[in-house]
């Protein structure tokens, strides 16, 4: 502990005595400052014992000293020794009072301890103190080191919940509590998800503090990792800010769980390797070959329906979109370690290929992300940075033997997200849905536009009504009565304007294709309509 105002007091070769505020002796002194100014103040920082023996003060004037101690007190002053013997022979009532009012500690300091032995004491007791620290931060460096590598970060965060007699959680890279210590701090933890949150916002390293009258404690997050993104976060928690020795291990559990991530991520790099591997041959046509490789690592993942997913970043987002995405694959790879599954992720630039269990948490992530894109599309705070990030296509269920099957349904599906400005799409939703949507395309009605233009050019002159008579005679699939009927119009009068139709556009109504493209493009120009 640092010294206090009771251990000077008691420190047997300063032979202090108490005058006024006996009650108040047990706040610590941060130093020893001697000051004759009429106002000393601003030369204060807060926590000082100040020495003085009254040269320059009207010591006996009860106002004067009344003042003189409120700035003292006001300015974090801790207490005042007042030398006897040198320009009084006791302290003056007046200076004593207002002590005592104030109330202020007030110590009075015989003739023959000079004010140079008090600062060397509270020196020497502000350096044993610093000693401890130190000395106590090592032993905590050695004991969290020693839990790191025999039982992993649940003993590394044990060890450092004990050292700053708190709590201690670790997050993953999604904002997920991993591992908590001592257990019931997982709840406490799993309410700061959102400070975690903005934490990951910032570049690493980065902390803040959380504490205030809504929090029963007082904690601190901590980024970690050595790049650009937060690999994970750690959290600790006290009932007032740590000291020297607490800050001292909380600053080895931030090494050493820097090192492990770090570690991990070096892991992880090689355990892409092999996956990108393992992607190659299934799209390869080579499943067993695939498995093989695959082994204890991804096997689980073969043995069962995967679902094949293609992310790509939007053009918004180039540059940023490998850093997205890359958030992207922490959310799934955190939500299949959350759940026990393996599940296999290449980066590959601008876009990112994932292979995940049919009906698994990664599956369940990907679309929940994608739900939160969508819904802040439809926000008040909605701005071009929620809507840019990226686009993604998920394939049906399948297995290595249909891999490459699986792939193209996802690049499918990516495209007509892109298309249709969604985050997401399944391929059971373009197979269950209709072929019209896909109508509105811009392309698909610059080509109806293009093919019926003679048309619609030659219903405007008033000489005739070809656009709705070939529309009844395709929907009627060439039945002239039933199309005639349909206008209101003789059989032979709709044989005539099919003809018409036929030397306008030049193309042969008996040609089954010709019938289908403009049977398409009067769908797609009755959408604008």
């Known amino acids: 502990m640092p010294p206090t105002l009771a251990s000077l007091v008691h420190h047997s070769a300063l032979k202090l005595t108490v005058r006024a505020g006996a009650d108040r002796l047990d706040v610590p002194v941060r130093w020893a400052h001697v000051s004759e100014l009429a106002d000393p103040v601003p030369y204060m920082e807060g926590g000082e014992l100040l020495l003085i023996t009254a040269l320059k003060l009207d010591a006996e004037d009860p106002e004067a000293m009344r003042r003189y101690v409120h700035r003292l007190a006001g300015a974090g002053v801790v207490g005042l020794?007042?030398?006897v013997g040198v320009n009084y022979e006791e302290i003056p009532k007046a200076l004593v009072d207002a002590c005592a009012n104030e109330p202020?500690?007030?110590?009075?300091?015989?003739?023959?301890?000079?004010?140079?032995?008090?600062?060397?004491?509270?020196?020497?007791?502000?350096?044993?103190?610093?000693?401890r620290a130190v000395t106590a931060g090592f032993a905590a460096q050695r004991e969290l080191t020693k839990q790191a590598l025999?039982?992993?970060p649940e003993g590394l965060l044990t060890a450092l919940a004990a050292q700053v007699d708190g709590w201690a959680a670790l997050y993953d890279a999604s904002g997920t509590v991993v591992a908590a210590a001592p257990d019931w701090?997982?709840?406490?933890?799993?309410?700061?998800?959102?400070?975690?949150?903005?934490?990951?916002?910032?570049?690493?390293?980065?902390?803040?503090v959380v504490g205030g009258p809504e929090h029963e404690d007082r904690v601190e997050l901590h980024s970690l990792g050595t790049g650009r993104r937060t690999r994970a976060a750690l959290a600790v928690g006290t009932a007032a800010a740590p000291g020297t020795a607490e800050r001292y291990a909380v600053h080895s559990a931030i090494a050493l769980l820097t090192l492990t991530t770090e570690r991990s991520r070096s892991l992880h790099a090689a355990e892409q390797r092999i996956g990108t591997a393992v992607l190659r041959m299934l799209l390869a046509g080579e499943p067993d070959h695939a498995r093989a490789v695959a082994g204890d690592l991804y096997g689980r993942l073969l043995d069962a329906p995967f679902r094949m997913i293609v992310a790509e970043s939007v053009p918004a987002a180039r540059g940023a979109g490998a850093d997205r995405l890359g958030t992207l694959a922490?959310?799934?790879?955190?939500a299949a370690?959350?759940?026990?599954?393996?599940v296999l992720v290449v980066p590959e630039g601008e876009r990112l290929v994932v292979l995940a269990a049919d009906g698994?948490?990664?599956?369940?992530?990907c679309a929940a992300r994608a739900a939160e894109l969508e819904a802040a599309r439809t926000s008040p705070e909605h701005t071009a940075a929620d809507e840019d990030e990226f686009v993604v296509g998920l394939s049906a269920p399948a297995g290595p033997i249909a891999a490459a099957a699986a792939y193209k349904q996802a690049e499918q599906s990516l495209s007509v997200a892109r298309r249709r400005g969604?985050?997401?799409?399944?391929?059971?939703?373009?197979?269950?849905?209709?072929?019209?949507?896909?109508?509105?395309?811009?392309?698909v009605k610059a080509f109806a536009d293009g093919l019926l233009r003679a048309l619609y050019e030659h219903d405007a002159t008033g000489r005739g009504d070809l656009v709705a008579s070939l529309r009844a005679w395709l929907s009627r699939h060439g039945q002239w009565d039933a199309a005639a009927a349909d206008l209101g119009v003789h059989r032979h009068t709709l044989r005539y304007r099919m003809r018409r139709v036929e030397e306008i556009l030049g193309r042969s109504l008996d040609d089954p294709d010709v019938r289908m493209e403009l049977w398409l493009a009067l769908k797609a120009t009755a959408t604008d309509q």
């Open 81 to 83: 020794g007042f030398a």
């Open 104 to 131: 202020l500690p007030l110590l009075e300091v015989p003739r023959r301890t000079p004010f140079l032995a008090i600062s060397k004491a509270v020196s020497a007791a502000i350096a044993a103190d610093q000693y």
């Open 150 to 152: 025999n039982a992993g």
């Open 185 to 208: 701090a997982g709840r406490r933890a799993a309410r700061l998800t959102g400070e975690v949150e903005r934490l990951r916002e910032r570049p690493a390293p980065a902390s803040s």
């Open 330 to 334: 922490e959310t799934l790879e955190a």
């Open 337 to 342: 370690a959350r759940s026990g599954e393996a």
């Open 360 to 365: 698994g948490a990664a599956v369940a992530a």
């Open 422 to 443: 969604r985050v997401l799409v399944e391929h059971e939703q373009l197979a269950a849905g209709s072929v019209l949507p896909l109508l509105a395309d811009d392309a």
